[in-house]
């Protein structure tokens, strides 16, 4: 019944405040015996940190991931694995006057409508440091996903739209000159405002046969696990919204329109998700007193390829389970 | 991990093939004491069904409701609530042709992926006829909700656009001429096509402080609930895609943009919800050898209503369960 | 959150009232392609029908299943099995004097603190009855099980003690006497008592390495399974209860002594487990009004197979689902 | 499916390798607002600590909580409470010895047979020390249960009888000398070998209605409690075992009989549990190597009341959300 748990099969279990000692993930259900690289872990978090980006909030986070069980001499135990995070470089006192400001489109008030209760000094559970855990929970996710690719991007950001061709750069999108990028991210941080973007995510190799009509589809999972994200206000998959002017002729005539998902059932092919993140609600003069993204999108792509990977390896796990009987008498 | 289940606290079980002998709906953590009204899901039902509407498929399903249990002198009892339809007029030859046809977009060759076995007499679980399961759960959802209002329509379907204002009319769409929407799907249906649409769900009324933090956020179980549906392939809240050209200063300039819901949380404004479904697969000489439907959106109106109940429902007791402490020293 | 279901991968979820129209089961998570044989299925739930034996209750309860959906042809379809059986011969005019007669040791008075609503016609969930549906879940998880062997026996019954040799009788004691345990209960049923019994359950060849600990160890989920019957009042697995007074030099000097289960986990060996249940509330007067049984004892046997194999199956797909993944990379 | 979470409206997820970094709890459900007070969680592990008892294991372990997350300025947020204690006086070399060694009823040899790796150096999640993270469970599941009182004690150990009347030892045992049972404890120390006990657990004042049949009966989910921990055996409610030779009209005569529990549900009265916890299976030459408790029983009953606490505080939670629907239209 509680909210911070993720997966049936595979679980991720996600604790801490932004203003807390720790941020943390509990990663249930893995196989014993996969080998772990806090390299590769360490590398995953770096993508995610907000002072990586000129534009972006310059909390400077170190993120230093310390494994305090499930993993012995770089192996998996098959135990849980849990992982922490320390918060350093808190400065409180930024937040000492949102005590009684409520931010439109945050949980400020709707935290207190809930709990009663809340930590005035920052967003707690609905900061975008909560994702630091989930991008460890993908990590090891994908230690059970060998081949299969996932990588998400921007796909447009104010003026800006990928390419179909071209190298991802530094802020994620296709085929986009980084440096218009970001003079484009600096004048929006200096007039105090933010803006909203466009992600998609592609899979490719993904097994076949995931999914688990008729509610725990894999469109609906990964729906609900972008959706989860605190910036995500819309998804799709295959053509997505496009679908609601397409006729079934158009439609049905290239499978690809139904982005490697038919049935709610992954079908082999090329997976194709799509979302939309909102402007960060901190503007004005509150965003010149702390520290804020005026996009978060560059912050979201290792958040949305975690999120996926959780999805795809608990449904790996849960068909595995029922693959393991076919050809029974 | 099998996925015919739905919601925690207020749980939905479904079972049954669009070919086997009935469908059916277990509904587990019902409060006890609450009036039935047999008459009222019937209605509800009545609103599911095919047949209503000329355009749409012509299969008479008498879609009779047996209560199983549960239910005593009127009244719930606080056991599970087991409510099964049967299904009739099957036809079965009609699908003959089907054992080795997979619709594109259709689970026919997923299932077979997954399950190395399926019904091929049609679409098994992935069929419409599902959603009857749907519809009976979320009757029962609504009595733990007096006073809130879910009200679901279609916002555009081939040329049509419901306006802001004006009654909503038999294809759900609101000020639009039925007749015209009549003919528009009668053409679609001799042509042997189909087309897809957008729908939206406005809820007033609801209450405030539904969502749990951080993976079951309020718009990500409606996202999931609503991306189960077999046809929906996007999904959104408040402005939705429109969030991604969106600056921060005008979203936060009026909270509404957030359709009620804000850190995942509902603020007690009303909630607006929006999905997309597509244009059913069945199409070319295969449409018009079964029976089916040129756009499901006018069927989906109840599913969706039905859907977004059991979600709050769930969330309330959720809620209710939290709430209990308040105050406590 | 709400009881009615048991399992995690393969999940069984029952409905029905004693005197309702009809108890049913609704199993998930079945692999496709499973032989289902509705003779066997049939004799199961003879096996557990109070008309079976003289000096037990006389409601001649068909028990003839439907099963609903999830076969096709013969063999499973992976989609959620669902099967009622209706309740037959209710004469509720029987129960009427128990309106406000609450049976010690029954759910009758704690139902009606819980949900300040009952039926008061019987026992509604709390009924033996609504083992019915546990047989049935029992028989599909059976399925999953070739070659392993689930026998339930009495050890004792009133001065009746299971000899270490001999078959077992139709009152489910070994090398006892059929005439004479018959004689007894008949005794017991004329002077309106009632008596417990012990009972214990051997699993031959069960698969090895089944168990998730800390929590859901193979012994605690045993546990729950068979105190989850509403008789049963006491459960123990190995030497249990005698382990209390041995010493861990005479423990450990035979494997046997831990009954299958070490660390939680099964080793492979036998397993063995006991259970206690206790005496029927329904006794004096009220005995004699109704149709009740003197020892519970015979009818549990099937029940708790059913239950040891929900638990084994279960945990058979979740260790299958770890174990696809050992020797990888 | 991953078995470290326990409970469904407050679900405990634990973490934790005996020579692992650290032990961990995860609390998630709890209201917000509660007062915390950390010395009273120190000195609930303080109770469970192994050096605490002369005869008992040595192991210097400080146990300090380090409180992550979940609660601010002494309150709970209602966000998940993250705890870890750090893992001391590790000592590997003491167990080098024990890579081949598989101790009888250890899971030594069944975690290997599951998956295939396991953590040489001691138990790993097997070891008593996972316990510590059920204490920090308890604690925080016993802020929502004021006026509720918790108490286990040992019934037998070895020799000892607990008598009616009389102060709780420090061994935890009624009435008795604590010398003779020490100098008992150390006999058996001096000899290599271990010993079992029973135990039981009151619980006065608790909430009536709790318990959600027929599955999550409040006797069979305190059961599951019980015997997920590694010790424990037997469980009983009420008269337990000794209902096997009871009559009906014997047991009905008196309602306390049946401890508390009716139907699976609480009836306001006092709770009476029973289990049974077996000889530690180290002896002999290696438990003169190691070192180790000669008989678990008295660490075992803060873990006992935790496990109890977890429970009652679990389905209060699930009674409230029903509950507050009662008198509703």
């Given amino acids: 019944m509680p909210g911070s748990s993720f997966g049936n099969a595979l679980r991720l279990t996600t604790f801490g405040e932004s203003h807390g000692p720790a941020m943390g993930a509990v990663i249930d259900g893995m196989p014993a015996g996969l080998a772990v690289d806090v390299g590769r872990l360490a590398a995953e978090l770096e993508r995610r940190r907000p002072g990586r980006l000129d534009a972006c909030t310059s909390r400077d986070e170190a993120d230093d991931a310390e494994i305090l069980s499930g993993v012995f001499e770089g192996r998996t135990l098959g135990t849980p694995i849990a992982v922490i995070v320390r918060n350093r470089d808190q400065r409180p006192a930024d937040y000492d006057s949102m005590i009684h400001q409520f931010r439109p489109g945050h949980a400020d008030e709707t935290t207190l409508l809930k709990h009663g209760f809340r930590d005035h000094r920052g967003g707690g559970r609905a900061s975008g440091r909560e994702t630091v855990a989930r991008v460890i929970g993908g990590y090891f996710a994908g230690l059970l996903l060998p081949g ?182």
Avoid: W
Wanted: aromatic content about 6%.
């Fill in 148 to 329: 299969v690719e996932v990588v998400a991007q921007i796909d447009t950001l104010g003026p800006f739209r990928s390419s179909r061709e071209g190298e991802l750069g530094i802020y994620g999108l296709r085929g986009c000159d980084s440096i218009k990028v970001a003079a484009y991210l600096e004048t929006l941080k200096d007039s105090a405002d933010s803006i909203g973007a466009e992600l998609s995510c592609r899979i490719q190799n993904p097994p076949a046969g995931l999914g688990e009509p008729v509610f725990d589809k894999l469109k609906s999972d990964f729906g609900r696990a972008l959706l989860s994200i605190g910036a995500v206000t819309a998804y799709g998959y295959g053509l997505g919204a496009g679908f609601a002017s397409a006729s079934g002729k158009d439609v049905t005539a290239e499978r690809g329109n139904f982005g490697g998902i038919e049935g709610g059932i992954s079908n082999g092919q090329s997976i194709h998700l799509q979302c939309t993140v909102r402007a960060p609600s901190t503007v004005g003069d509150k965003a010149k007193q702390g520290r804020h993204d005026p996009c978060i999108a560059p912050r979201v792509i290792p958040v949305i390829e975690a999120m996926v990977k959780l999805v795809l390896a608990d449904h790996l796990l849960r068909q595995r389970a029922l693959a393991s009987f076919q050809g029974a008498p």
